[in-house]
């Protein structure tokens, strides 16, 4: 009766902890307390300092080397009377009203182009986005509207609050992206909307309100690099949510899937980049997106590019593409990944080589794709057990930090179970061949240590792997193993935890594959 | 004494918890009858001291309230704030302090009464705000209302607070709980705490925005006292977020707490930070101050646990910075004061040192830049405090912090032969060398010592700790460590050679070492170590010790001794081991506590180790080895319970236990046993205190008398003699907690005597049939087991003055609760079984009647299996056509209807190897011999029938049964704080078997199966073929090879004649309990 107790139970975790959870596990928390981290350092917000037409970056030139000399409060009264420039330039009427006030324009924007002196609020108390928002209004020149777009991009790029003043503006900086506009405004304007998207969930949801959506991903389309470029990271910082219904609406914009499969294709990494960041966003938030990209060679296409790359910036957001994509269903990773196809190999072999790389992010992220995948079919878990993957795992959960050890645990743990038969009523089966392989190469004791840090998470990670060694292992090899792993004090600990269901494993476990004879039963 | 409630089979019992060490103190006041004063200080002390068992306020009141039964209750349609209420409740809380027991009981019934009415949580609120009424009412009343709201706030409780009540509650207590006075403050900010378990946040959006700016008003005031009260209840706020996984929802949850509270939380730390340092010189602010920002730390601990939230990644530096203040910097106004002070200021470097702990597990990456400067911090005020008595806390968490960067991927900061010298030498050594606090607790708290030094309760002692720290650092330089440990373990041994009465305690420091850094192994029997050599050692360093012949000199080495032999005994060879019982045998003697618990410990282990033969594991130790020292060992061991404080010595009487279990069990060895059990029975009687004693003491009374009696039966009129006034007395001064325990043992008793059972057992029949009792569901499954024995072995005396009508109204009582429905059964299957059907026709309406109510309204997969089971039952004893009329008669055709709707689809999920047979050859007898059946109408239903016997007889238990959600047990049906169900594993019941006669369902089923077909030729095989699936028509055709093969040996079958018949499954009842 008790070991029918047991074995349920263990069966009922590990299904949840190995196999459907698991699944679950490869979306991202819906709800995100901590900062995303690296991704927010280089992308959130930028500033403009080069400006896309050649004959302004002479000028910028020219005007930065001077700049370097001048003392700060020269350049605060710089500042100040550049704002007062412009607002005698768009007062007064005459012949060189429009070369005055690009000029004045060019001044402040050269002011407001430096990151480290705080221009921008003093820019602000002066005025500036009155004056910037008039000299946008449709009819005037090119250089005139570049530049007044410029100047609020970099006004964008600073403090939440100076971002936040950018709103009277937005309508226009919209309206710039359409056909009306010429390409390279609809560009600035699309960066300073960047900018303001990156800010805050408020601000998307005004931009998104105000018609941002359709003009950005419609830039998209272009050919051109830098349109391409500026545009999916505008859109990225447009959809990235918490709510889904940006993504989703995106997907849906004619061409914008063919769009992103072909920039994908092409050479440029910078441009290949930035779109696999708007797919890292699509996946992650929209099912929607997921159905459709899925339809698509999207895979494949992500899976070349990973093959051919080698930096930490273009690695990651194709990692992460890929890891999202499979976080559908186990049906759609089955599919897709076929595990006779080429792909399947070479995807495994791009994330060995992230496993092996020293950026620990990379590492981190490989792991928890191949967690996706190690949750797939016998075959998906017999290719990563047969690849050189699973050395380098089972060194990582020895020797790496303890968030790379989690996701490493993952993997190992999911590779060894089955997913559930369907005669056998959902019970999942073990996977024998992987998990002596594991044992043997010594990973019960990563699993223990895990077991024993506070994260509960972890904890209970260690716990089904334990359950499965103790289960799993051949003739009850696996009791010995938990036992010389010092496995038997790390489940005492939980004895007496808070966490339900932490306690009644551990004690059931140690009740069932340790207790002691209690002695009334023998005889 | 009540026993604390544990959840059966799943959690250890709560009862093992160290804490409850001291629980028998509060119980004794009322023999004690103190002065009110000391009353109600005894009471508050000892809940205070309970504050982490969660049940234990209800406990307390409950039981006080259990005790008043027959006064008016005040009743009120609702309660109304006015003074006539706050007089009624004033006087009552204070009467409930009261030493006589009349006005106590009248009061608590009183206040259990009026806790029903609406309103009353909501004016016992109000009298802890009243400042005219006496303090200690107050505090009184504070308590009640926690347990008030603990009880009944949860809207899925038995009588739930109206929610308009709740909101007035909630507008209330937070004013209420900051102008309190401390006492009571603690009380209403645990209630707060129970509150929010359920409501906050989402359902008291106010709480937080209220406590901030609570926080931020007290701070700006210097209102330290509310500044604590306020920190404390946010404290038991975030709590949860350290115990429950990732999801969602709490992740919601703590977005919401750390949008409204992680930025004031920082400004607080760095307020209470400045005006700690303006408070340098006042002691009494510099107190309150310090534990202030011991509980901001807290805070922080509970909002960082689950995630690096945002906010604390970008003010790292900030956090940091203070958090290695309190690391380094001292505060002599306090420190020099005394321990008090310094253990204050300790707890709040203890809270730094979680916090950075965590930091380190889990946060690496962000923790890396300031790891060396915090390694450093913690090493210097480690040596410091390793130096120093006590400082407990402080030193455990400190090593924590080290043993964490040691198993991290910096362990190389530890890689130097310097660092790991000092490592074990100032740190190590001085923390695993005893103190005086070991010295103290050795002699004043022998239960408690055990506790940690044996049973691993000593996770957070340094002792215990110290060795963590050499394992975490040994997995990545296992040698180098393993040589220092040796080294030092020589060297404490040089020094005791020196002068061993001086340098005893380097003895022990060696022995604690040897043990502790050892591994544990499967059984808990035993542990293995590479420090030494495990048979040279006990050779020379333990056995000298267990030789010496003063049984209570250097009583903490002989302990340690003991110990030792203990944890390795599965080493030690059985000749060395034999040659030492003698020796363990006589410190049972010992005067001191301690070590004739170890002694007998080290003598049940022993009995307990098993070898393994390679065929199978056999007892190491048997009645061959004892029982030369029988007489002796049992002297000891009654002896042993004669000595102060260990009356009731949990130890003792297990190995009391253990050895009746293994001891061949003359008449000469029963008659002294029963006796001095039967003394220990009747002293525990008076007053039951410890559980497990009284569950061992138990059981060891079911033990003897179980193998006395099977050696000779004569003995049982002995046994009865002693035992039986013990029992008697039991039942009439209701010593309620250990019916279930008399109730077992009358059972055995019953089991013992051959018919006729002798007329002073039919007493005790008919006052099993007071329904009183059956109300209490601790005693049902004993009652159970008991009524079972009545009606195996007097079914006759059952139709004898309406007793039947009376078991059976029993049967109904249990069989409506999905709870107690398997009982029910238990009751039902021997009436069906032992009686004749002319007797039992008459009822079996009445009894079919609540059955398929039953089925038709609440069914339960268990209730369909059990009634399979006994229509199986009925089928086999009184004949397919009795049990189809009897059911038809309920309701026409109502027979086809069970069957096709119930009994096949749940046939397959019958567990149990009784089980199975009975209702395997019960259904194939259907199958074969109902001539309803055979009906060519009545194909599909036969065909099916089939498919689920096939299925039953050709797929093993775990691949037929699907996993069911646990039901919970009865303690929860019914509410409520009793005594629980514990089984008796000597008291038990073996099972019978109903059909002796078929050794094997297969062989029957199939035999009857090709005797219809031969009748039938031709006519089966397309329903077969339509109604089975394709799996079992291939199981089919197995099951007739299979049956082929074994032919020939064995005639078909035979006709059963009555036997008995249990279920015999207790085992759910059964709390599960892994004593070490």
Known sequence: MISADCHDYGFYVLHDGFGNAAVQRRRHHAVSVAKERREAMFRTKRLCTEGFSNDMDVHVAINGDMMIEEEPSVLEAQTSSAVEELKLAIASK?????????????????????????????????????????????????????????????????????????????????????????????????????????????????????????????????????????????????????????????????????????????????????????????????????????????????????????????????????????????????????????????????????????????????????????????????????????????????????????????????????????????????????????????????????????????????????????????????????????????????????????????????????????????? | MIQILSVVGLTKPIFLHPSLAPLPSSFQIRTHAPSPTSFSLLLIHSLQRFKSIVSFYAVCFNHILLIARHLNPVKTLEMEWNQQTLQFLSQSFLDTLSPHPEPRRRAEKNLSDAADTPNYGLAVLRLVAEPSVDEQIRQCAAVNFKNHLKTRWVPSSANPIPDGEKEQIKTLIVPLMLSATSRIQAQLSEALAVIGNHDFPKLWPALLPELRSSLETAINANDFASLNGILATVNSLFKKFRYQFKSDPILLDLKYCLDNFAAPLLSTVESISGKINEAAGSAATLRQLIEAQRLCFRIFYSLNFLDLPEFFEDTADKWMNEFKNYLTVRYPALEDAGAEGVSLVDELRAAVCENISHYMEKEEELFQKYLKGFVEAVWSLLVIASASPSRERLTVTAIKFLTIVSTSVHHALFAGDEILQQITQSIVIPNVMLRDEDEELFEMNYVEFIRRDMEGSDLDTRRRIACELLKGIAGNYKEKI??????????????????????????????????????????????????????????????????????????????????????????????????????????????????????????????????????????????????????VLMTNLFGALEKPESEENQYMMRCIMRVLQIADISPEVASPCITGLTTVLNRVCENPKNPVFNHCLFEAVATLVRRACERNPSLVPAFETCLLPSLQMILAKEVTEFFPYAFQLLAQLVDLNRPPVPPHYMQIFDILLTPDLWKKSANVPALVRLLQSFLQQAPNELNREGRLRLVLGIFNKLVSSPSTEEQGFHILNPIIENLGYDVMAEYMNHIWASLFTRLQNNKTARLVRCLIIFMSLFLVKHGIQTLVDSINSVQTNLFHAILGQFWIPTLKTITGHTEVKLSAVASTKLLCESASLLDPAAEELWGKLLDGIVTLLS?????????????????????????????????????????????????????????????????FPPVITRYLSPANQAALVQLCRYVQVKKGREGYYKLWSGVKWSLGHTDSFEVKSTFW
Request: a negative charge.
């Open chain 2, 955 to 1019: 797929l093993p238990e775990e691949e037929r049964v699907e996993d069911e959600p646990e039901v919970p047990d009865f303690g929860e049906a019914t509410g409520g704080y009793q005594a629980t169900f514990v089984r008796l594993h000597n008291a038990g019941k073996k099972e019978e078997d109903p059909l002796k006669e078929i050794q094997d369902p297969k062989h029957f089923s199939v035999a009857l199966l090709a005797n219809l077909s031969s009748q039938f030729r031709g006519r």
């Open chain 2, 482 to 631: 393993t040589e220092r440990v040796s080294t030092q373990i020589h060297n404490c041994l040089a020094l005791f050679a020196e002068n061993p009465s001086a340098n005893w305690k380097y003895k022990d420091c060696a022995i604690y070492l040897v043990v502790s850094l050892a591994t544990k192994k499967a059984g808990g029997a035993s542990i293995s170590t590479d420090l030494v050599d495990v048979e040279s050692f006990f050779r020379s360093v333990i056995v000298p010790e267990l030789q010496g012949q003063d049984v209570n000199a250097f009583p903490m080495l002989k302990a340690g001794a003991l110990k030792f032999f203990t944890m390795f005994r599965v080493l030690i060879p059985k000749a060395v081991a034999m040659a030492l019982l003698g020796d363990v045998v006589r410190f049972l003697s010992s005067d001191v506590n301690v070590v004739h618990s170890y002694a007998a410990s080290c003598i049940e282990k022993l009995l307990l180790v098993k070898d393994n033969n390679g065929v199978q594991s056999q007892a190491r130790y048997t009645s061959v080895d004892i029982n030369p020292v029988l007489p």
């Open chain 1, 94 to 523: 005459g012949i060189d009203t429009v070369q005055k006030k690009v000029n004045a324009l060019r001044e402040l924007r050269r002011l407001l182009s430096r990151s480290d002196f705080p221009f921008v609020e003093i820019a602000l108390k002066s005025g500036a986005i009155p004056l910037l928002s008039q000299c946008l209004s449709f009819g005037s020149q090119d250089e005139q509207l570049l530049e007044a777009a410029w100047c609020l991009t970099n006004i964008a790029a600073g403090k939440p609050e100076e971002t936040k003043s950018l709103v009277p503006t937005l309508p226009l900086l919209i309206a710039h992206l359409g056909d009306k506009s010429s390409l390279s405004v609809g560009e600035q304007c699309a960066w300073a909307l960047g900018n303001v998207g990156g800010e805050s969930e408020e601000l998307r949801d005004l931009l998104l309100s105000q018609g941002a959506l359709i003009p950005l991903a419609r830039m998209m389309l272009q050919d051109k690099g830098t349109t391409v470029i500026t545009a999916s990271w505008a859109l990225s910082n447009l959809i990235k949510g918490p709510h889904s219904e940006a993504a989703t609406e995106l997907i849906k914009i004619d061409g914008v899937v063919d769009a992103i499969l072909h920039h994908l294709k092409k050479s440029d990494v910078e441009l290949a980049t930035e779109v696999a960041w708007v797919v890292v966003y699509l996946s992650a938030l929209s099912d929607v997106a997921i159905d459709v990209l899925m339809k698509t060679e999207i895979v494949q296409v992500l899976v070349d590019r990973l093959a051919a790359s080698n930096t930490l910036q273009s690695l990651i957001p194709l990692l992460r593409s890929l890891g999202n994509l499979m976080a559908g269903d186990a049906y759609t990773t089955n599919i897709l990944l076929d595990p006779s196809h080429e792909t399947t190999d070479s995807i495994i072999r791009s994330l060995s080589k992230c496993l092996k790389s020293e950026h620990r992010f990379l590492k981190k992220e490989a792991t928890w794709v191949l967690s996706n995948i190690a949750a797939g079919s016998v075959t998906h878990k017999q290719l990563i057990c047969k690849s050189e993957a699973v050395s380098l795992l089972l060194k990582l959960l020895i020797n790496s930090p303890f968030d790379i050890k989690k996701e490493v645990a993952y993997v190992l743990g999911n590779s060894c179970v089955a997913p559930p038969k369907e005669e056998s009523g959902g019970v999942p089966s073990l996977l024998l061949d992987h998990l002596i392989l594991f044992v043997r190469n010594g990973c019960l004791s990563g699993f223990i240590d895990l077991l024993k840090s506070s994260d509960l998470e972890a904890a209970r990670l260690g716990l089904h792997f334990i359950e499965v060694v103790l289960r799993g292992m051949p003739n009850g090899e696996g009791q010995k193993l938990v036992e010389r792993a010092d496995g038997i004090d790390a489940m005492e600990r939980f004895q007496f935890h808070e966490n339900d269901e932490l306690r009644m494993m551990a004690n059931l476990l140690l009740d069932n594959y340790f207790g002691e004879t209690y002695g009334f039963d023998d005889e």
